[in-house]
C-alpha cells in the first residue's frame, strides 16, 4: 500500500494525519514549454566564508539553495502546489498508528562518483544526524527514530519512538539529504550527492558553480547546463547585479529599489505568501529576559504595524509571536492580536522591579532585509515605555554562527514549515539545537508530545491552538511579522506557472524547476 501527503491533510491510505503544507500561490507572468540549456547566473543573499557541503549546518539560503534540491537530494519533496512527493524515496507505507513507516527507495540512481544509491545510503545518511558529536538542526526529527532497519537494496523500515502522522514531509527537511555510504567524508568535503546538479568549484561565501549531471533521474526537471550562484549579501548590489544583467535571479528583493525593478521592463518581481517570519529571540536563561514580565513588556514594545509598513514596505502582515503562519492549517487565526501598548509595557517593567530597563540588540542584515532599520524602529517605539535599546550593528558575515544562539537578544528570520510540529519540534521543543531562547514549558512540551502522535484532526487543532497561546504569551521570541518571499528574475527565465512558497526562490528549488524561455 502505497502513500502520498497532499496540502488538504489527508493521508490517502486512510490516516487522518491532519498535514497541510504552505500552498505554491505565486505565479510567473511567463510561461513556456520547459527547454534545456544555458548557464543560469543567480545573485543571492545568505552566504558566509564558512558555508560547507555539510547540509547538517545549513541556516541560510545560499547554501540552502546549493543543498537540496541541486546538489543533493532528500528522501522526500514539497512540490510548488504545496504536495508532498517521492524524491528519492518513491512511496511510503504507514502503520495504522503512524509509528511505522516504509520507504520504497527509487531504482537505478547514481551518485556523482557513480555508485549507485540503496538503503545502506539512507541508513548511513540518517545517522549522521544523531552521532555523537553531530551539531545538526535536524537532530530533532531523526532521533525520534527508534529503529532503522533495511529490508532490502531499495527497502527502508523506520520505527518511531510515538507515531507521527507528519513524518513523510520531514523527510524533506533540506538538513536532511543522502550521502554514498562509505564515502561520506569525501561526499561533505567535494559535495557528491545524487542531485541534478554536480559541483565544478565552490569558493564558500563567494561563488559556487555546478553543472548539469547527466545521470541523474529527473528527466522533467533540471533543464540548464550550469548554474553559477554568486554570493551577493548587500542587498543594494544585489538589486544592481539584477538590473544590469550580470545576474539572471536574486532572492530577498530590497523594497526601497523595488520601484526602479518594476519599472524595468526586462525583470519581473514573484511574490508568494508563506509561512516566513521575522523574529528577535531572547536567551530565556539569562537575565533579565528570565522574566516572563519583562518578556511580555518587550513585546508591547513593538509597533507591529509600523514595522510591516516601513520594513516591509507592506509585503507581509503583522505576527502574533508564536511561529505557525497563516498557511499552515492549524493557525490560531482568531487569537486575540498583540498590540502596541507602551504603558502596559511600562507597568509590567514597575511589577517586575526593572524600571527603565536597559538592553542590548544585535542585529544585521543578514538577519533579514531591514533588520538594522527594524532594530532602530524598536529602539524609538520602546522608549515610550521607557526602555533603552542599545542597538549593535553586527558584521553580515558570520552572523549566524557568531551572533544567533550566542547573543542574549538578537535579530533573526525563520521561513516556516510545513506542518505545525515540524516548526515546533525545529526550534521550540526543549533541548533541540536551534530552540534559540532555551525556553521551557511544561505544558507546551506536554502538549507538543500529544499534537505530534494525535491523528484526530479536531483534538489536533485544539492541541495547536493551545500551544500558540502559551507561546505567545510566555515564550522568549518576539515575533512581530510575517513577510512573503519576495524575489526577481530576467523575463529570460521561465517556469511552470505555480511558484511554491516553502522556503525562497520557489521552495529554494529554482535549480530544478525553471529554465530560460
Not at 500552498?23 to 545573485?43: D, I
Amino acid at each position: 500500500m502505497s502513500l502520498e501527503l497532499d496540502r488538504r491533510g489527508f493521508l490517502r491510505a486512510g490516516v487522518a494525519a491532519g498535514v497541510m503544507a504552505a500552498t505554491g500561490s505565486g505565479m510567473s507572468p511567463a510561461f513556456a514549454a520547459p527547454r534545456r540549456g544555458g548557464t543560469l547566473r543567480m545573485g543571492i543573499a545568505g552566504a558566509n566564508t564558512s558555508d560547507s557541503w555539510d547540509a547538517r549546518t545549513h541556516s541560510d539560503s545560499f547554501m540552502i539553495m546549493m543543498g537540496h534540491g541541486t546538489v543533493f537530494d532528500c528522501l522526500t519533496e514539497v512540490g510548488a502546489d504545496g504536495v508532498l512527493k517521492g524524491e528519492l524515496a518513491e512511496s511510503w507505507e504507514p502503520s495504522a498508528d503512524a509509528k511505522t513507516w516504509i520507504f520504497n527507495l527509487r531504482k537505478g540512481v547514481t551518485f556523482h562518483n557513480g555508485k549507485p544509491f540503496n538503503a545502506d545510503d539512507v541508513i548511513a545518511s540518517l545517522n549522521l544526524h544523531t552521532a555523537e558529536d553531530a551539531k545538526s538542526a535536524a537532530k530533532p526529527i531523526v532521533s525520534s527514530i527508534a529503529e532503522l532497519t533495511k529490508m532490502n537494496d531499495h527497502q527502508v523500515k523506520m520505527v518511531l519512538k510515538a507515531g507521527n502522522a507528519d513524518f513523510p514531509f520531514l523527510m524533506s527537511d533540506y538538513h536532511i539529504v543522502m550521502h554514498p555510504a562509505g564515502a561520506i567524508e569525501e561526499s561533505i568535503a567535494k559535495g557528491i550527492g545524487t542531485g541534478g546538479y554536480m559541483v565544478e568549484n565552490h569558493d564558500p561565501g563567494v561563488r559556487t558553480i555546478v553543472k548539469r549531471y547527466d545521470g541523474h533521474y529527473k528527466t522533467d526537471a533540471c533543464f540548464f547546463d550550469s548554474i553559477e550562484q554568486i554570493a551577493i549579501n548587500d542587498g543594494s548590489a544585489r538589486m544592481n547585479a539584477l538590473m544590469t544583467g550580470q545576474v539572471d535571479a536574486i532572492n530577498r528583493v530590497d523594497f526601497k529599489t523595488e520601484v526602479l525593478m518594476k519599472r524595468n521592463p526586462n525583470i519581473n518581481i514573484f511574490e508568494v505568501t508563506g509561512n516566513q517570519h521575522f523574529t528577535f529571540p531572547m536567551q530565556t536563561g539569562l537575565e533579565p529576559y528570565n522574566n516572563p514580565d519583562v518578556r511580555m513588556a518587550l513585546k508591547l514594545a513593538f509597533n507591529r504595524q509600523e514595522l510591516v509598513d516601513k520594513i516591509l514596505q507592506g509585503h507581509g502582515a503583522v505576527a502574533n509571536d508564536h511561529p505557525i503562519g497563516p498557511a499552515n492549517q492549524y493557525w490560531h487565526k482568531d487569537l486575540a492580536q498583540r498590540e502596541y501598548d507602551p504603558e502596559k509595557a511600562k507597568a509590567l517593567l514597575k511589577k517586575a522591579g526593572m524600571e527603565g530597563l536597559t538592553v542590548d540588540l544585535s542585529a544585521a542584515n543578514a538577519a533579514f532585509p531591514g533588520a538594522i532599520d527594524a532594530a532602530q524602529l524598536l529602539q524609538s517605539s520602546a522608549s515610550a515605555a521607557g526602555i533603552n535599546i542599545k542597538v549593535t550593528q553586527e558584521p553580515d558575515d558570520g552572523y549566524w554562527s557568531n551572533v544567533w544562539l550566542k547573543k542574549p537578544w538578537c535579530a533573526a528570520y525563520w521561513s516556516g514549515r510545513a506542518t505545525e510540529d515540524w516548526m515546533w519540534s525545529t526550534a521550540y521543543e526543549s533541548g533541540v539545537p536551534w530552540n534559540d531562547t532555551a525556553w521551557e514549558d511544561a505544558r507546551f512540551q506536554e502538549l507538543l508530545l500529544q499534537g505530534r502522535a494525535e491523528l484526530d484532526t479536531g483534538k489536533r487543532k485544539g492541541i495547536y491552538h493551545e500551544m500558540q497561546e502559551i507561546c505567545s504569551n510566555d515564550g522568549g521570541t518576539v515575533i512581530p511579522m510575517y513577510a512573503n518571499y519576495v524575489d526577481a528574475h530576467s523575463t529570460k527565465l521561465t517556469n511552470s506557472g505555480t511558484i511554491g512558497n516553502l522556503w525562497q526562490m520557489d521552495g529554494s528549488r529554482i535549480a530544478e524547476r525553471w529554465w530560460f524561455s
